[in-house]
């Protein structure tokens, strides 16, 4: 019989080129057109409505009963003229994935008949039947139900899956009493506190702004698989990574496929991907290839940062759609490939003004310097303070194969901004300590500011690729984000510190300058503390050294290693502070979240160990017995022939080797089952996650081990699982 790895090498070194018919338009002939933008909008609304929804969306308030009946109507209208027959609310539980529950716009009538419908009230709240949502528990003691709410500020889209055209709502997902169950929900407040804490601080420099908004610019990596090979690999299909498989002999050592030309297969699925993404309005700019053979990725121009989550969201489905029709599975997995570079999502952050400004710009003239520095070193500040909080919210299963793992940033938080401005920053300190500050007070030092920050700053190329929090020119990037991750929740995070910090900053500045301090030396006053006092965090060498784990160690920043207990850190006063007194969450939401965390990380664990532990005994010990068997009837067969032992001992030596691989595995996997059933009766979320970290993962490499031996020995005939080199180097 042909094993499905065969069958599945044959069929994707034959498959055909599929011609992706891209249409004979620019791409800004059909950008948006499956989006219900504000222009579309304002041709289906009257002036008043429009306006009312406008104003609305900008200054945070409800939008009345009136006006969510008139968008409601102009959406179907919008929506049926362009094939769709129902539509969804669209939402992001706590799964990781979205959500969506489909109704028809059409209702049968008394008469036998029927009409499409679309309602105000069915745009703006659903009651999705949801009990099967992680939900830490929140429904349980409260009310069973669920409900979907619309989120005005993304704007709504039409889904082509195959014939099915569907109006998609972004929407956000709570419980009957109001507690959030979704990614959403949490990241609007955030954007909404950060908005209230930063203006005030803006207006310190520009009295004309009335709104600032975070940016978000991912970047998403991505592995493509043929998908024949995908489904002969029952881990990749079961946990999204390989639980087994011996590194190639050429794997990404000789760097020949970073930016290298795109295979055509995967640019005619790039092509395809970009044109559905362009026609959902998502600006998706760049394509290449990433470090590693088979692996991809892709970047849009940068968003409002909740449109840019959503839109993250939906090309990850995307990709996953588009791939299929082109026989190729895309792999998200942080890592899918051991020895191999994993995938990350940068997440490039900053903020910015209704006036048009960048606040992580450095700018041209003082003024906009200090502003820049403010915000800079407010932002450094709140890292500071709160790393913790910021590598709970890249937690996960998946990207603990990626932090600290020689290749990604290291699961201790620091912040690089560069030699040139760390240069600024000392100076800034040092200006301010040498009794110049008084000189603040009449503003000369404003001007000697003037005279050294602008050429400092106008060279700051640094790169340091090895940071998991980068300043990179006129943004952070935050480099630690998994590539399976919902970028809301560290972008929670980062909206939730910063506008904490933001706050507190205000208050000590508006103090200073009640005591008679000018505007200017004031904020300097309090920056030059800030910088003495975040020192700590900041780190410019090679995050992957040894020595920087020790020099962390020191400065006692923490190195958690593990989801495990990275997620200690939620229920810390200090998480549970900021969130609780800034309304981001209850205690009730934050400790649903934390046990939700806790719990999506078992499960992965054990999907792992019930996958690692079949395919061990199912599919390799058969095959290294069958060897086995090949090579004691061969040694037999020189036996009878009268061969002296020396003429089979290589034959006796596999032999007895296999037998050593056969026994570790059988017992290895034994002792996990145990360690599992143990595990899997421990009570409190916390203590399973780190009970399955600590006694059942540890099985995952030596079972692992024995197995890539075998592969090395036994026959690649008999071999059942699709190899590396096979995997991993696409035509
Ligand atoms: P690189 O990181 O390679 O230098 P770019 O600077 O072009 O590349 O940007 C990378 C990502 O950062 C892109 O997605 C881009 O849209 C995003 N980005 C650029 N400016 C901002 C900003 N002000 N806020 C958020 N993201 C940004
Ligand atoms: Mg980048």
């Keep these: 019989m042909k094993n499905s ?43 008043d409505a429009y306006e009312s929804f406008k104003s609305a969306i900008h200054t945070g308030k409800k939008i009345d009963r009136n006006t969510a009946d008139q968008v409601a109507a102009a959406m179907k209208s919008w929506a049926i003229e362009k094939g769709a027959k129902s ?37 703006v709240q659903q009651e999705p039947d949801a009990s099967s949502f992680p939900n830490g528990g929140i429904r349980q003691t409260f009310e069973a139900r669920g409900y979907t709410a619309w989120d005005p500020t993304s704007p709504a889209f039409i889904m082509e899956i195959g014939d099915g055209i569907t109006l998609c709502i972004p929407t956000i997902f709570i419980s009957y009493t109001g507690e959030s169950l979704d990614h959403k929900a949490p990241l609007l ?63 990404q050592q000789l760097d020949d496929h970073y930016f290298g030309a795109i295979p055509e297969r995967v640019y005619d699925f790039m092509l395809d991907f970009e044109r559905e993404a362009h026609k959902l309005g998502i600006p998706v700019r760049t394509r290449h290839n990433e470090v590693a053979p088979s692996q991809f990725e892709l970047a849009p121009m940068f968003e409002e940062v909740n449109v840019a989550v959503d839109h993250n969201q939906l090309i990850m489905d995307v990709l996953e759609r588009v791939g299929k029709r082109h026989k190729l599975a895309v792999l998200m997995h942080e890592k899918p490939f051991q020895g191999v570079n994993g995938s990350g999502k940068h ?88 009794g110049k500050y008084d000189e603040a007070k009449n503003a000369t030092l404003k001007l ?120 200690d850190f939620l229920s810390a006063k200090k998480a549970k502070d900021v969130f609780v007194k800034n309304s981001i969450f209850s205690e009730v939401e934050l400790e649903a979240r934390s046990e939700i965390f806790y719990e999506a990380y078992t499960l ?42 020396e003429s089979y001992q290589s034959q006796l030596n596999l032999i007895e080797r296999i037998s050593n691989h056969i026994n570790v595995i059988e017992s290895d996997v034994a002792a996990m089952i145990e360690e599992r059933k143990k595990a899997n009766k421990v009570e409190h979320a916390s203590d399973k996650a780190k ?27 008999l071999w059942p699982l699709p190899k590396y080199r096979e995997l991993l180097f696409l035509k």
């Design 87 to 123: 539509y969804t609310h669209w939402f992001q539980p706590l799964t990781g994935s979205t959500a969506e529950k489909h109704d028809t716009f059409f209702v049968p009538t008394a008469d036998g008949a029927g009409m499409e419908t679309f309602s105000g009230d069915s745009l």
């Design 189 to 251: 407040k955030s954007c909404h506190f950060l908005e209230n804490a930063a203006l005030p601080v803006v207006n310190l420099f520009d009295r004309h702004a009335t709104k600032v908004q975070a940016t978000l610019g991912w970047e998403q990596e991505y592995f493509v698989v043929d998908e024949a090979l995908f489904y002969a690999r029952p881990d990749l299909v079961l946990s999204g990574r390989t639980l087994l498989g011996h590194a190639p002999a050429k794997g």
């Design 604 to 645: 992965k664990l054990q999907i792992e160990a019930r996958t690692l532990g079949e395919m061990a005994l199912n599919e390799i010990l058969p095959v290294a017995i069958t060897y086995q068997n090949q090579l004691i009837k061969n040694a037999q067969g020189l036996k009878e022939l009268g061969l002296k032992k």
């Design 347 to 434: 997440n490039n952050w900053s903020m910015s003004t209704d006036t048009g400004k960048n606040l992580l710009s450095p700018g041209k003239t003082p003024k906009n310097n200090l502003m820049f520095l403010t915000f800079f070193v407010n932002v450094i500040k709140a890292v500071n303070e709160y790393s913790d909080l910021l590598r709970a919210s890249i937690a996960s299963a998946s990207n603990d194969h990626r932090l600290g793992a020689n290749e990604a940033p290291p699961a201790i938080i620091s912040v690089f901004i560069g030699s040139h401005l760390s240069a600024v920053l000392k100076e800034v300190a040092k200006r301010v300590d040498k």
């Design 448 to 567: 000697d500011i003037h005279n050294k920050i602008p050429d400092v700053l106008l060279d700051n190329t640094d790169r340091n690729r090895t940071s998991p929090f980068a300043f990179t020119g006129n943004k952070f990037e935050v480099r630690a984000v998994g590539s399976t991750a919902n970028c809301a929740w560290p972008m929670t995070v980062l909206n939730t510190i910063m506008a904490n910090q933001l706050v507190e900053f205000k208050k000590e500045v508006d103090k200073l300058m009640k005591e008679g301090e000018k505007k200017e030396g004031a904020i300097l006053r309090v920056i030059r503390r800030y910088i003495n006092s975040s020192k700590n965090i900041l780190f410019e060498g090679d995050n992957y050294s040894d020595e920087w784990a020790k020099e962390a160690e020191k400065r006692g920043l923490s190195n958690v290693k593990t989801t495990a207990y990275a997620l």
């Design 691 to 717: 009970a399955y970290c600590d006694q059942v993962k540890p099985y995952f490499d030596s079972i692992r081990y024995h197995c890539d031996k075998l592969e090395l020995i036994i026959d690649d005939k």
């Design 5 to 47: 790895r065969k069958s599945g090498v044959e069929m994707a070194t034959q498959r055909k080129k599929i011609n992706v018919k891209l249409p004979n338009k620019r791409i800004s002939e059909y950008y948006g057109e499956n989006v219900f933008t504000e222009a579309t909008m304002k041709k289906y609304l009257s002036e």
